[in-house]
């Protein structure tokens, strides 16, 4: 009775044996099916439609609560911006709910349907999670890029567009570290879990992931690092270039203010101007000023 469709549930197993039913989390017949036809405890069920700030697991048993994070494919969305998607699995049933579209998961959902896929439990989860830590490789490779260029544009350029270019990039690398260091604790959690599904291959691609996830939290670590360090050279130089306007503002102003204050002085319409009828007055206040600016 209920309207599932857009909903992506599968009628028959996608694995050997296992069912996989995926979700829109915004789809309301998809959230009155986990509510009152699922099974699940209401924790699951939270976890599955909840949109949690970071991605973390849970292992109650042999059931796995997994939340994980991916770049959303949508073309009008942010280079940087992230996808939520939660799973929910006891072994020998897979639930997922997405929030927005995830390429990871299409590309699943191809290969298990050209007989390419994942096998088990185990191997899906190790699956999924590669392919969502996978596609930020271009986007942190392409914020080093970033960074290096405007590192070495530094001398040349607006200074004012180089340094809100850079600190638009230093934002976009916060947010995507913020989710880094959350998956791979979850990741490697999840690798040494007890679970009687999960075997030495799964737990070890599970592992190598996480240490995918850790190498890209470091290289985005160090492009931070480096984006500071030029934004600071950016700004000292924009500081330098300041202070020698102000210099020579300063030269010039010391130079004019004696000038000005004579020749206020002798420009006071006033009688007893000294040497005022002498018609060689001009010609000697004008070469006694120009000694005074020499």
Not at 197 to 202: A, C, G, K, Q, V
Request: aromatic fraction near 4%; charged fraction near 20%.
């Amino acid at each position: 009775a209920l309207d599932l469709r857009g909903c992506l549930v599968p009628e028959e197993p996608l694995l050997s044996g296992i069912h996989w039913l995926h979700f829109d989390g915004h789809h309301q017949g998809a959230r009155l099916w986990l509510r009152g036809e699922s099974g699940l405890d209401s924790v699951a069920i939270d976890g599955l439609l909840g949109r949690t700030p970071r991605p973390r697991v849970s292992v109650t048993g042999d059931q796995v609560l997994l939340s994980l994070r991916g770049l959303s494919m949508e073309p009008s969305s942010p280079e940087d911006d992230m996808l939520s998607v939660q799973v929910w699995t006891n072994g020998a049933r897979i639930i997922t709910c997405r929030d927005r579209p995830a390429q990871a998961i299409a590309d699943l959902r191809r290969d298990i349907e050209h007989g390419q896929g994942p096998t088990d439990t185990g191997e899906f989860l190790s699956q999924l999670a590669e392919r969502l830590v996978s596609a930020m490789d271009d986007l942190i490779a392409g914020a080093e890029a970033d960074t290096d260029r405007l590192g070495h544009a530094g001398g040349r350029g607006n200074t004012s567009a180089l340094v809100e270019e850079l600190a638009g990039i230093r934002r976009r690398m916060i947010r995507l570290g913020r989710y880094l260091g959350p998956q791979r604790r979850a990741l490697t959690q999840l690798a040494v879990a007890p679970l009687t599904w999960l075997n030495h291959e799964d737990q070890a691609l599970l592992h190598a992931t996480a240490e995918q996830t850790a190498e890209f939290e470091d290289s985005l670590r160090s492009a931070l690092e480096v984006a500071e360090i030029t934004q600071d050279e950016l700004l000292q130089r924009s500081s330098e270039k300041t202070e020698q306007r102000v210099y020579v503002l300063t030269l010039i102003s010391a130079v004019f203010m004696p000038l000005s204050f004579v020749t206020g002085l002798f420009g006071v319409n006033l009688a007893g101007i000294p040497a005022a009828e002498n018609p060689l007055s001009f010609a000697t206040l004008g070469a006694s000023l120009l000694g005074l600016v020499v």
